[in-house]
């Protein structure tokens, strides 16, 4: 134990600075290449396998419970349909099973491919977020706004429900199949207005609508036309279209209401104007690949970027651009449950103290209730089909999810750190055994001597390890926010440490957050994002 002493020393800061850039430079040198996608356990897959019995358990009983005549549901792993599962009957006049390749109505979560689409035009430069809607839709050009200042709604507003038109989900379902002829109709005689254009969170169906609208404008073509060739065709989607009438009858699950203790057939609406909000249907294979694709747009990385959109645009489409307000509710067994959440682009994004980045969306209509929901730290998700009308899913996911998570393979990736944090995290530990002055100076930013001077953190780690003694890397990171933080513990003879590091954003990225202290009894705690 002990430090060695070099006391305001007479070194030139450029030199400092030349030092530490070959310090960090030979550091990034050395360390290995990095697969940004890669999960540090390597019976992560067969471990989620062992789950998926448990979760066919919770679905068939949701279904039983719940009056669905038939359902589909499936579990994606890593960018692919990992495991599927069927019960019940897709047509029940005609006795019929679902079967793992029924094709199923999944309304509103339509809206996603439509936000899709829209980024796609954007990436090519054939239109932007930010423009006023009217400039595509002339007939919106007419609405009178709500008040003297409200802004003109833009593709943004409309993407990320926040154009002012009220909810209108009842409503919505009932327009799917109309003309272009009566929907432009419809914009010339009014829109009314619950709020001011960007202001509020409000769900429309009709801002979706009028973005199929501006697909077909600026494309040239008809918005499912356009759909198919540039995005279902691209990704293999097959089975997926937005008129039933081209999906074979052996296939084609029909929907149904649960009324008066009996199932009542729900007629399938056609196609229309109102389709870029809640028209299509797919099978599980299908959106199997479909909610892969915006999984492996996780983490950004280098490498090929096959498309059809850019992994960048899928990533912005699951951020979080509209919240809701907060609630906290409890379960039946007296925990609390924080639920933040609000609307990325056609997805909505939500919070738990569970996990802290969920991606999903459900869909319903006259006969047919779906959801898909994942984790995109953690490469998984689920997705779900039923012909009763409204099936309520979410009350089967939470189970589900959970089910996985006590396999012990839902684990999210590790951040991988970077270069100059591996440097750091050494140069510290060795500042630990015994402390250089000069070592220290050379691992600091600017501003860490000044925020708290060199002799009182000489004496914080010398003091520190005189009452622990020896010290060694236990491995692993207690807490590896992003490649430039992280926390990690330091197995002593008589008490372990804790050392955090914050990189500053200068190249080299040296040190300016620097802490040492005694590990909790009982060892550290990973964070939460609950109390």
Known sequence: MGYRSVMKPQIPSFVLGLLGAMVYAAAAAAAPPVDWAAFDDPARSTKLATAYPQVDRVMREFVARENVPGAAWGIVVDGRLAHLGT??????????????DSVFRIASMTKSFTAMAILKLRDEGKLSLDDPAERYVPELGGLRYPTDDAPRITLRHLLTHAAGFPE???????????????FTQLMREGIPFSNPPGV???????GFAILGRVIAAVSGIPYAQYIERELLRPLGMRSTTLEPGTVPASRLAQGYRWEDARWKREAQLPDGAFGAMGGMLTSLEDL??????????FPPRDGADPGPVSRASLREMQQLWRARPATI??????????NAAGYGYGLRISQS?????????????????????WLPEYGVGLIAFGNRTYTPWGDAFGPALAALKDSGGLQPRAVQPAAALLAARAEVNALVDVWDDAAALRLAADNL????????????????RAEVGACSDAGGWVSNE???RGDWLLRCERGDLIASVTLAPIVPPRVQHLELRRAPAGGPKAPTTCP
Request: hydrophobic residues 30%; contains cysteine; negative net charge.
């Open 87 to 100: 019960t019940g009957l897709r047509d029940v006049e005609g006795a019929r099973p679902v079967q793992g």
């Open 168 to 182: 209108d989900n009842p409503w919505g379902d009932q327009q799917l199949g109309i003309s272009e002829q009566e």
């Open 200 to 206: 509020a969170y409000e769900y429309s169906n009709y």
């Open 288 to 297: 199997g690949r479909y909610v892969g694709l915006l999984l492996a747009a």
């Open 329 to 338: 509710t409890r379960d039946s067994a007296g925990g609390t449950q924080l």
């Open 353 to 373: 103290c569970e996990f802290a980045h969920v991606v999903a969306h459900s869909g319903g209509l006259p006969g047919f209730g779906s959801q898909m929901r």
């Open 449 to 464: 001597f000044l925020d708290r001077d060199q002799v009182r953190r000489r004496t914080e780690f010398t003091q520190l």
């Open 482 to 484: 992003n490649p430039l």
